[in-house]
């Protein structure tokens, strides 16, 4: 079943390390991210709105071809179907791990997923015009059996630049604390006013959706 030993190390190696990186923890993004974050190098080619060039992603990509490359070559008897599994495992496998320990293991905010996709803010200005109000639903899930407390902020960074002062508006005076029940699928409301002559953009946003927070506890923080 195996032609060549050496080359199923080296594809296990480059596979092993693929599952890893791919690991969203402690972060919502691959492990990747933080591992390029580390070292200082870019993870797009604009940094601003996360657009461009994936860095992290393509450098990722690339070891898991190189990895099933070699575990294929390394076989002589159901090299379609192994790899096949290989692939399967190390891209699926990550987030179920993380899934299976936040239900179990993992503490505090690190039980804790975000569902960026149903949680929205909206805008509306005054009679006057005078005060800007922000409203988000923020959908959140407690995975473990106690409640959980942590404070929430917007991540500024957006696809579209226009709507990055409207998410940091969000955070204005102080960060929104947020209580979950156990485990329970939650959407929480935050609210947020400034007066509209200091607002410093000039487009009005009627609705954001799509975006990303960040959550506090204990002085430790996750990307969402």
């Given amino acids: 079943m195996i032609r060549e030993r050496s080359l199923l190390i ?11 990186l791919n690991i969203p923890f402690p972060n919502s993004t691959p492990l990747s991210h933080s591992v390029f974050s580390f070292l200082g190098l870019p993870l797009y ?10 860095y992290a992603s393509n450098a990722w990509g690339i070891i898991l071809l190189l990895g099933l490359f070699a575990l294929y070559k390394s076989l002589n008897r159901h090299r379609l179907k192994l790899t096949m599994l290989a692939t399967f495992i190390v891209i699926s496998g990550p987030g179920h791990m993380v899934e299976a320990m936040q239900k179990t293991v993992l503490p505090g905010m690190y039980a804790v997923s975000y569902d960026a996709e149903n949680s929205i803010c909206t805008f509306e200005r005054n009679k006057k015009e005078t005060v800007l109000t922000g409203t988000c639903d923020l959908s959140f899930e407690n995975h473990s059996s106690k409640p959980i407390t942590f404070e929430v902020a917007l991540d500024e960074r957006s696809y579209f630049k226009e709507d990055s002062p409207f998410l940091l508006m969000m955070n204005k005076p102080r960060l929104h604390t947020v209580t979950l029940e156990p485990k329970t699928y939650q959407t929480v409301e935050i609210t947020s006013s400034v007066k509209a ?3 410093p953009s000039k487009v009005f946003m009627s609705e954001v959706n799509g975006f990303h927070v960040n959550i506090y506890q204990n002085g430790k923080k996750r990307y969402l």
């Fill in 197 to 199: 002559a200091d607002f």
């Fill in 10 to 20: 080296k594809g296990l190696t480059f596979l092993l390390a693929v599952f890893i």
């Fill in 45 to 54: 080619g604009d940094e601003e709105t996360m657009t461009g060039i994936q």
